[in-house]
């Protein structure tokens, strides 16, 4: 059974599809460290990078006692810098097989550490929203969502990781 952890804004039809799916959930509490559209958004507060997560200390503590209650390690990264772009992106990292993708002027510094310490390679990208931006299926493939920003695109392709763009289009009735 594997732990998700999921905006308590989340719609509580996913919440139970999750659950029937045998997956616990962790609810990411909202805070007034980013705006409050996005206050409880998982990738704001949080990084998974292989098994080591890198918690930021507002979820810390909301989070923290839920996460060890269920055997779930983290490190404590950094307080946030600010409510706004650019300063709420240093847990919005991605990992995609060996390699952590960010705006690495705005990453944490514990992910760093921990992304060196795994031996992992940094890609640097100017997309801040990485995580937000990407969808990490498996090693060698990334999911863009929506029209990715063109860097991603480029910096995945030189890679050797696949970028299968899905282009969103809004219907028009006529």
Request: charged share 20%; hydrophobic share 35%.
């Amino acid at each position: 059974m594997s732990i998700i952890c999921l905006s308590e804004d989340a719609q509580d039809a996913l919440k139970h599809y999750i659950r029937l799916k045998g997956h616990q959930i962790v609810e990411i509490k909202r805070t007034t460290a980013v705006y409050e559209a996005v206050s409880a958004h998982s990738d704001l507060y949080l990084c998974r990078i292989k098994n080591e997560r890198i918690l930021s200390p507002e979820q810390n503590a909301k989070i923290g006692s839920m996460l060890r209650a269920r055997g779930i390690s983290y490190t404590i990264g950094s307080p946030l810098k600010g409510s706004r772009y650019p300063d709420n992106i240093a847990y919005n990292a991605a990992w995609a097989g060996s390699y952590l993708i960010h705006n690495l002027k705005y990453t944490d510094p514990a992910i760093l550490k921990k992304t060196e310490e795994l031996g992992l390679e940094t890609v640097h990208v100017k997309q801040g929203y990485t995580k937000c931006s990407l969808v990490v299926v498996d090693e060698q493939f990334t999911v863009s969502l929506a029209v990715p920003p063109e860097g991603l695109m480029t910096k995945s392709s030189s890679m050797g990781i696949s970028p299968l763009t899905l282009i969103l289009r809004r219907l028009q009735h006529l």
